[in-house]
């Protein structure tokens, strides 16, 4: 039988996965800060699961959940990083701005770091990491999570060139959503929101494909068209 790790799984598109790996036959892990919310979960799910209390915000301690959690499950096939942080910070408030920035820039790359090197040492495996369509352009509202975003879809481009001159069988897998109704989605002109289901189902099949990135839902990939091409006297009128 398959196995899982899904990191953020207590809410959104995170425990959507849960439950999909979960009918697809995985046993699953499911680690996030909220217990009382992994309990609820756990609940639901029909085969073998494990939980972990994670919060990747520190480093060091996320690095040795993580640990744990492979401990406990001993073999693990697919690692999915759905944890992440942002919030609007029009006034560009520094302490908003670190707290992204810890958890997004800081945690995620301690946990990839450590996933990778567990996947390196087993021979093969499958990682996942949710970036975001905010990664192609910086934006006004929230300019550190944009930049998070752009530092996590760069580290996992470094990771996959690292697998293929190595040529091991490591999928590394850059999921770009747009707007997914979680509570991430804030702010005013949010359009094509997608429920976290359907947002789900979609990256199911990009990991199912083995996918290298994946727009989230796949009408995203016209707008990520469109904002690559966008000169910045145009970009900075939206």
Known sequence: MKKAIIIGASSGIGRQLAKLLDAQGYEVGIAARRLDLLTTLQAELQHTSYLQ???IANCDAAQQQLHALLDKMRTVDLI???AGSGQQNPNLDWVTEFATLQTNVLGISAVLNSA???FRQRGHGHLVAISSIGALR???GNPAYNASK???SNYLQGLRKKVAQAKLPITITDIKPGFVDTAMAQGEGLFWVASADKAARQIMTAINNK???AY???RWRLIAWV???LPDALYHRL
């Open 227 to 229: 904002m690559k091409l």
């Open 211 to 213: 996918r290298s990135h």
């Open 138 to 140: 910086g934006d006004v």
């Open 80 to 82: 999915v990083i759905t």
């Open 150 to 152: 752009a530092y996590l």
């Open 216 to 218: 989230i839902t796949r």
């Open 116 to 118: 990778f090197h567990y």
């Open 53 to 55: 209390k994670m919060d």
